[in-house]
Structure formats: structure tokens, C-alpha cells
């Protein structure tokens, strides 16, 4: 069975600091793996995803993820945090066109 | 371009009533998927078509939730008689082919009271 584990419901970061969401997953075949964030009122917006090929995933608004198989984790990381990353953020794993999502974090940035 | 539309943007219905969720994909996106989140839980799959053929609905909760989709265009999840464990958001989200990103609408938030 594929799944997805999003490591904390909820993180907070000051302005400026390290954003960094914690996504594990579980697959028994190679993985799509996905994030996404959705900001208030808003729906899901794609940040980034890893197909195949390189590792290190850069998407929109200066995150970036990298997929490390040994350890199963697609880790999203953002050096400094803006305030307008508040938003949930969602780990998303594809089987053929069915995507497995986990429960989201949700991140608040401290002025 | 447009994004994925969804109306109403929020329904609020008593328990046993009919509500109809509606979703407009992306023009020439012949896949369109219906995801379900309930409670602050994990978004689910519910079901998927290809133009007007439903390739898959495992995820339909039960024979209460019907979905359509018109002509291979918009799409219909009408749910009948609502209970209570039907509230959450619904969303939409439709692709090109059925490997490709799928983009997301807004979603529906039901309450059913």
C-alpha cells in the first residue's frame, strides 16, 4: 500500500528563519512525489514534484524538496521564510493518477 | 487561462436534503478527479473520469454520492439524502493526460447540519 506521513499538524517560524516540512513516504514502486500548499480561501496550488532524474526538486517561491530514497522522506525546506508562506502545506504521493495525500501542516510565520 | 472552477464556493444543508457540487476543469482536460477532505483528515480520492467515463470510483463512500460529467465538460457530485459525516471540503482537479499534474479548484465546503 502506498501512503504518505506528514511529520507536525502545525509549525512555527519566524520571519526569516528555516521553513522546513517533514514528508515520509511509503511505496512499492518508484515514487511521484508531490507538495502542495494551499493558501487561505484558495485552492491547492503545485509548489513542486519529483518524477525521476535529479534529487533536488526546486519549485515556486524559493522552496525547494529533495527526494532521498534510503531514508523514504521528500523533505520541503525554504531558507527564509516570508510572510506570505503562511499557508498549509500537503505531501502528495502518485499512483498512476491517484494521489495519496497526507494530513498537511499547517505554517504560521511570526513577525 | 482559467483555472479549475468550483460552485458554491460553501453549502450549508440540513441532514437528509440533496446538494449538488458542480466543477469546471481546465478547457481540453480530459481528466477530471474528485478528492474529498474531511474533518482536518487527509485529502481522499473519490473518483475519477476521462472525458464522460468514470475510469474509477473506489473512493465513493457509498451509493449516496453520484458524480457525472456532462459531454466530457463540467461534472456533477450530487450526494442524497446528505447525513452528517458528508461535511468537509470537496475538490475538483483535472489534467491533461491522467500521469500529468493535476491542478486544483478552490473546493466546496459542505456542512451538513
Known amino acids: 500500500a502506498q501512503s504518505v506521513t506528514q511529520l507536525g499538524s502545525h509549525v512555527s517560524v519566524s520571519e526569516g528563519a528555516l521553513v522546513l516540512l517533514r514528508c515520509n513516504y511509503s511505496s512499492s514502486v518508484p515514487p511521484y512525489l508531490f507538495w502542495y500548499v494551499q493558501y487561505p480561501n484558495q485552492g491547492l496550488q503545485l509548489l513542486l514534484k519529483?518524477?525521476?532524474?535529479?534529487?533536488l526538486v526546486k519549485g515556486i517561491n524559493g522552496f525547494e524538496a529533495e527526494f532521498k530514497k534510503s531514508e523514504t522522506s521528500f523533505h520541503l525546506t525554504k531558507p527564509s521564510a516570508h510572510m506570505s508562506d503562511a499557508a498549509e502545506y500537503f505531501c502528495a504521493l502518485a499512483n498512476d493518477y491517484k494521489l495519496s495525500f497526507g494530513a498537511g501542516t499547517t505554517v504560521t510565520v511570526r513577525a | 487561462e482559467a483555472g479549475v472552477t468550483q460552485f458554491p464556493s460553501h453549502s450549508v444543508i440540513e441532514k437528509g436534503q440533496t446538494v449538488t457540487l458542480r466543477c469546471d476543469p481546465i478547457s481540453g482536460h480530459d481528466n477530471l478527479y474528485w478528492y474529498r477532505r474531511v474533518m482536518g483528515k487527509e485529502i481522499k480520492f473519490l473518483l475519477h473520469?476521462?472525458?464522460?467515463?468514470?475510469?474509477?470510483e473506489s473512493g465513493m463512500p457509498n451509493n449516496r454520492f453520484l458524480a457525472e460529467r456532462t459531454g466530457g465538460t463540467y461534472s456533477t457530485l450530487k450526494v442524497q439524502p446528505a447525513e452528517l459525516e458528508d461535511s468537509g471540503v470537496y475538490f475538483c482537479?483535472?489534467?491533461?493526460?491522467?500521469?500529468?499534474?493535476?491542478?486544483f479548484g478552490p473546493g466546496t465546503r459542505l456542512t451538513v447540519l
Open positions: 482537479a483535472s489534467s491533461p493526460g491522467y500521469t500529468d499534474t493535476q491542478y
Open positions: 519529483y518524477t525521476t532524474g535529479a534529487t
Open positions: 473520469f476521462v472525458k464522460e467515463s468514470k475510469q474509477d
